[in-house]
Structure formats: structure tokens, C-alpha cells
């Protein structure tokens, strides 16, 4: 596609619930971004897939977190018994695999966890 | 371990008037980029100007120009005739050149008022 997309934009779960969410990036770009940005906060870096690898799991905050990427595109971010902390926009980017140039962001999702 | 600072959580500034936001990192890298992101409401972050350390002479795009101070490790942000469309979250972000991930450390982002 033309930009980075994600999915849902909003997503409203009670605590204890899971949920996934979706990274769509743009065509071409090996490399994908997943970053949490909370309220009053800078961008926290999760994780990043090179392919369908992921070789700097690093910023995940808990076992509760994971991620995957299949096919060398599409990405998805799973929170398990999601909890109110959890709550903020996570944003998904992509890029062709320099930094360089920087990346391409998608628009984000604002999970709100109630 | 690299870092970035900002100082100014929110400035405003008149329109057509001029506005520097201040940015500071610490690392012990002499390779590596800078770079400005603009985040409106609709919150897509929009890369606004880059810098690479190599380089003495100061980017500019347009309106936007950088003071990058290598240093004193400082990247600052100037913009000039500023519009209402310039309201924004500004993050500064760095990353290094050849990293094994190619991560962008951003800065907490300064909230940039343009008043009419």
C-alpha cells in the first residue's frame, strides 16, 4: 500500500482480555518497528522484525507481549490479559531496512484497557 | 547506552514568528543520525528534517532548519514563519550508523502552539 497502516485505530477491551493488533506496512520495506507511546510520554521502543525474524526483542515489557510477521509483510502485535498500564497508542513503522532515511509510521492504535 | 533529551515539554509561539526547540543526546558513538518528527492530532508521525553527524553543514527543508552542535551534543529545531498547521508533538530522535537494529531512541517530545 501507499503508507503504513494499522488496525483497529481504536480499541476499547476490559482487563483481562486479549487482543491483536495489526500492522500492515508498506510494500517492500524488510524492516518493521513496533513502538508503545503513552500518555505524556516519548516513544518506547517494543520490538523489530528484519523479514520474518525478529532480532531485537528487547523493548517487549513482558512475557504477556509478543509479536510475529509472516510472509515478510504483515505484523501482528498480541497483548495477553491485557491490564490498565497497557493502555497508551502503539505505533507500527516501516522502513527499507536503513535508518538512514528514517522510518514511515503508521497512524497507530490507542488501545484503552478498562 | 544512548539517550535524548527535551527540555521543553510545551512552547507557543505567534504566527509567521520564529520558534527553537531545544534537543540533547548523549553518546559515546561518533557515527550516527538525527532526526526531527512531527506528530499532529491525527497522530501520524511526519519526518521533518534529518541530519547525519558526518556532516558539519545544518540540514534544511523549507521552513525547517536544524542547529546541530556536535559537541555539545545539542540538535536543535528552528522553525521560521511559523504556520498553524505547525501545531504539533515534536520528538527528536537518534539512531546509530551501522546499529544492528536500526532503532530510533526518540526524546519525550515538546507540544508546539502556534497561537493566531
Known amino acids: 500500500g501507499a503508507g503504513v497502516s494499522q488496525s483497529p485505530s481504536n480499541k476499547v477491551t476490559e482487563k483481562g482480555k486479549d487482543v491483536e493488533l495489526r500492522c500492515d506496512p508498506i510494500?517492500?520495506?524488510?524492516?518493521l518497528y513496533w513502538y508503545r507511546q503513552s500518555l505524556g510520554q516519548g516513544l518506547e521502543f517494543l520490538i523489530y522484525f528484519q523479514g520474518n525474524s525478529a532480532p531485537d526483542k528487547s523493548g517487549l515489557p513482558s512475557d504477556r507481549f509478543s509479536a510475529e510477521r509472516t510472509g515478510g509483510s504483515v505484523s501482528t502485535l498480541t497483548i495477553q490479559r491485557t491490564q490498565q498500564e497497557d493502555s497508551a497508542v502503539y505505533l507500527c513503522a516501516s522502513s527499507l531496512g536503513a535508518v538512514s532515511y528514517g522510518y514511515t509510521f503508521g497512524s497507530g492504535t490507542r488501545l484503552t484497557v478498562v | 547506552a544512548q539517550t535524548v533529551t527535551q527540555s521543553q515539554p510545551e512552547m507557543s509561539v505567534q504566527e509567521a514568528e520564529t520558534v527553537t526547540l531545544s534537543c540533547t543526546y548523549d553518546?559515546?558513538?561518533?557515527?550516527?543520525?538525527l532526526f526531527w518528527y512531527k506528530q499532529p492530532p491525527s497522530r501520524q508521525m511526519i519526518l521533518v528534517i534529518r541530519?547525519?553527524?558526518?556532516?558539519?553543514q545544518n540540514a534544511t527543508e523549507n521552513r525547517f532548519s536544524v542547529n546541530f552542535q556536535k559537541a555539545a551534543k545539542s540538535f536543535s529545531l528552528k522553525i521560521s514563519d511559523s504556520q498553524l498547521g505547525d501545531t504539533a508533538m515534536y520528538f527528536c530522535a537518534f539512531a546509530l550508523y551501522g546499529g544492528a537494529t536500526n532503532k530510533l531512541i526518540f526524546g519525550t517530545g515538546t507540544l508546539l502552539a502556534v497561537q493566531p
Open positions: 553518546t559515546s558513538e561518533s557515527n550516527y543520525y
Open positions: 541530519q547525519e553527524a558526518y556532516k558539519q
Open positions: 510494500s517492500g520495506h524488510t524492516a
